[in-house]
């Protein structure tokens, strides 16, 4: 298998609006980030992923770009930027930008151009078709609810948006465009940039004729992700990317690419095929959607979640590389979804750092995962600030009658505003995120969960995400070793095996707030020689029986 520093990082996501407010406008900034560049250090971090500090309206908190070669006001500067990047080098670790490059905002000057006219040099920039029958061009949903098409009078022609009206989608077909995408991509790698996570990368690539999807019942409008997640040019514009651009740096990209399945990640990130290092994957993220989709909640059962995790782990093995994650910007925080954030919440947090930075892939933490923050419960929607979660609050409970309480615990479970409550770094006034009103209500919980207390506390969740990330550092088995899934029809304990060289590890999760029993597998297959971390201070042996409390955490090495 080859070696690469990106397989061997740990990355840290900085949501920027979320992380630390320098000037008290109650929003956070890139000065507030540099202030706490020396915590990120401490935790032990390689990598430093930034959401979009880009110029934009701020539709969608950032993902909708006006300027991609200037920072937003709110953010500050680009010197400020700049000092950022350097502080970061001085400190060893490398910076990834966001590439949103599917659309841009309808503020660009190239959209601005485009819809002047049909004659303008900038029309085909992106995706304009004329109605169909007085409707739509075709009957595509917008993510971000109703239709995918927008109408503009202007030249009596739609514009195609898969998110929010105000992201009209770019046309690669238009070799423009593209050039265009390069060369701004070489003007922040020329500034020293490590590397690019990529939004919805994927979904560049639009089966030309856009036809109609299929209707499900009750719906108005219908999925057209066949006709646009992995189209027929996809492979052409990433490997063309790579020799423009990518192949000329040292650096890491990660495609976030919902819909993606094993053969095709394949595809995206074999070293020989000069794509991606790898992907952001969505199949474990859909395991708690019931029929209706992600608002439609229902339990996740952990052989689901095994099956899921075993297939990327044994697909990918020696062929590409897995990207691991259980909570991001876009999805609720992993202690209160697949853990307890109440009883057990140090435990659970703890545990479900164990089961992810010990297998193979690069692990990314998101901002506050470390000490173990969790899911908000605000009583009013009015307190909510997510285009997603409010378009749909709207569909369903003003426009569609559905019960208010239904939707809330909804938006509670899945709700993106979880994961974009300010970092709550100490128990004063704001939870040390600004002095002046923050942009989104802090939660309420932050006198008990805060960076501050965690810092002091030698059995904090903080700690133990050091010492996880610290082992990593030192093991290679962490990195390159196969994974052998153990148990598999085991409802409550995710047990897996690592194995590189003559080295095996033996990893325990109780994902059940349950004491449970584990059989240890015969000697022949793993013999344990001592224990290498866990979340409990002793360990509960007889013989060849490992008693599991609730949510613990157990790591064997042996042979």
Sequence with gaps: MEKHWWKESVVYQIYPRSFNDSNGDGIG????????????????????????????????????????????????????WEKLLRQVHDRGMKLIMDLVVNHTSDEHPWFIESRKSKESPYRDYYIWRPGKNGREPN??????????????????????????????DLNWENEKVRNEIYEMMTWWLDKGIDGFRMDVINFISKVPELPDGEVQSGKKYASGHKYFMNGPKIHDYLKEMNERVLSKYDVMTVGEMPGVNVEEAKL??????????????????????????KWDLRPMKLTDLKQVI???????????????????????????????????????????????????????????EEIGMTNVQFSSIDDYRDIETLNMYRERVIDGNEPHEKIMEAIYAKGRDNARTP????????????????????NPNYKEINVKKALEDSNSVFHYYRKIIQLRKTHPIIVYGDFQLLDEDN?????????????????????????????????????????????????????????????????????
């Design 491 to 559: 409802e409550n304990i995710f047990a897996y095996m690592r194995t590189y060289r003559n080295e095996k590890l033996l990893i325990l999760c109780n994902f059940t707030g349950q004491t449970v029993s584990y059989f240890l597998p015969d000697q022949s297959i793993f013999h344990i020689q001592e224990r290498f971390i866990g979340n409990y201070k002793e360990v509960m042996i007889q013989k060849d029986r490992i008693t599991l409390r609730p949510y613990e955490a157990l790591v064997f090495k042996g042979m």
């Design 29 to 80: 900034d890139l000065c507030g980030i540099i202030e706490k560049l020396d915590y990120l250090k401490t935790l032990g971090v390689d990598v430093i992923w930034l959401s979009p500090v880009y110029r934009s309206p701020n539709d969608d908190n950032g993902y909708d770009i006006s300027d991609y070669q200037a920072i937003m006001d709110e953010f500050g500067t680009m010197e400020e």
């Design 139 to 168: 009957n595509w949903e917008s993510a971000f609810s109703g239709s995918a098409w927008e109408y503009d009078p202007e030249t009596d022609e739609y514009y195609l948006h898969l998110f929010s009206k105000k992201q009209p």
């Design 268 to 293: 995206y990130t074999a070293s020989e095929r000069k794509e991606l290092n790898m992907v952001f994957t969505f199949e474990h993220m859909d395991l708690d959607a019931g029929p209706g989709g």
């Design 423 to 442: 970092m709550q770094w100490d128990d004063e006034l704001n939870a040390g995120f600004t002095e002046g009103t923050p942009w989104i209500r802090v």
């Design 310 to 368: 075993n297939k990327w782990q044994k697909g990918l093995n020696g062929v590409g590389w897995n990207s691991l994650y259980l909570n991001n910007h876009d999805q609720p925080r992993m202690v209160s979804r697949f853990g307890d954030d109440k009883i057990y919440r140090v435990e659970s947090a703890k545990m479900l750092a164990t089961f992810l930075h010990f297998l193979q892939g690069t692990p990314y933490i998101y901002q506050g």
